[in-house]
């Protein structure tokens, strides 16, 4: 059995704050702020991944409410997708991808 390398804890804080924001978590990412900021990682990277989950967690939320508001019958403008993109998902306002 080949042991895969573990990921560096920056990564990991990274991931688990990016989720965190992204499932509406009630601890908001707070724990793992200072961790990135003790391991040095720079304001723009966390800043990033802030904007990207919160993208990804926004345009979450309006696809549900689509697909509610279209199975209610109710008339809604349709969410915005980046064509060719498999993933389906919008750059955040600043342009960064999420995909």
Do not use: W
Request: charged share 20%; aromatic share 4%.
């Amino acid at each position: 059995m080949n042991a895969q390398p573990e990921l560096h804890n920056s990564i990991v804080a990274m991931v688990s704050l990016a989720s965190g924001i992204a499932s509406n978590h009630p601890a908001m990412g707070q724990c793992q702020l200072e961790r990135l900021r003790g391991y040095g990682v720079p304001e723009n990277q966390i800043n990033a991944v802030i904007e990207i989950a919160r993208h990804i967690r926004d345009e979450a939320a309006e696809k549900l409410d689509f697909a509610f508001d279209e199975k209610a019958g109710a008339t809604a403008a349709p969410v915005e997708a980046v064509e060719g993109e498999a993933c389906g998902c919008s750059p955040t306002p600043s342009g960064q991808s999420c995909c």
